[in-house]
């Protein structure tokens, strides 16, 4: 089955603590992004990938960090979270560019 | 930044009305895309407009695309209870950008 898995789905931590989020897809994508939603504020991209190797920021990516390794896999690092990192975090994945993406799950993450 | 923003936040009607979203963006695009997210999932991409089409159909999906008034409005005909979602309008970034950008969406509920 095409997919993109997150894990963990639901994480609670306190600041400061490190934490990696793993996005994986199984559908031979070169386009991989990673977005935060807020209330009210819609999606806000943070990082994205063209391919392998590649990546650069969104709108939101200050305290984060990524990578792009393998083609299939897109983790996303948080050095130092803090409490303004609470959010639900999606994964999303396409094809070619920025266009049809397919998303995964989504991880709800708390930062006391 | 918001590039697209939906209009109304928020609608409800009963089943078998049509649902119209309209979706406003500011800068040249290649494409415009809707998005459907079910309470608190990952998005499904619904369908995916060309800035040189007017107008395209998918089911009881219709969406229009104006490039001289940058909007854009999706109409759901015959709605649903299981229409109820919130729907958001993407754009890439630009002609050619690989960042996507998404407005706050618009929350959709069809009363049975």
């Known amino acids: 089955e095409a997919q993109v898995t997150q894990n963990p789905r639901y994480l609670i931590t306190v600041t400061g603590k490190k934490l990696t989020v793993t996005c994986s897809q199984n559908?031979?994508?070169?386009?991989m992004s990673w977005y935060r939603q807020d209330p009210g504020l819609g999606l806000r991209q943070i990082y994205y990938s063209m391919n392998v190797e590649v990546t650069d920021k969104g709108d939101v990516p200050e305290g984060y960090k990524v990578s792009r390794k393998e083609k299939r896999n897109f983790p996303l690092i948080l050095e130092s979270p803090s409490p303004n990192q609470t959010s639900l975090y999606f994964c999303?994945?396409?094809?070619?560019?920025?266009?049809?993406?397919?998303f995964g799950p989504g991880t709800r993450l708390t930062v006391l | 930044s918001q590039q697209g923003e939906e209009d109304p936040q928020a609608l409800s009607i009963q089943e078998g009305e049509n649902a119209t979203m309209n979706c406003s963006y500011k800068?040249?695009?290649?494409?415009l895309q809707w998005y459907r997210q079910n309470s608190g999932r990952g998005l499904v991409h619904l369908i995916l407009?060309?800035?040189?089409?007017r107008e395209k159909h998918s089911g009881r999906l219709r969406v229009t695309l104006d490039t001289s008034k940058k909007s854009s409005s999706l109409l759901i005909t015959a709605s649903r209870a299981a229409d109820t979602a919130s729907y958001f309008c993407a754009t890439p970034e630009g002609t050619g950008g690989f960042k996507t950008i998404f407005g706050a969406g618009t929350r959709l509920f069809v009363k049975a």
């Open positions: 800068t040249s695009i290649n494409n």
């Open positions: 407009i060309r800035s040189n089409e």
């Open positions: 999303a994945s396409s094809r070619q560019g920025p266009d049809e993406q397919f």
């Open positions: 559908m031979n994508h070169e386009y």
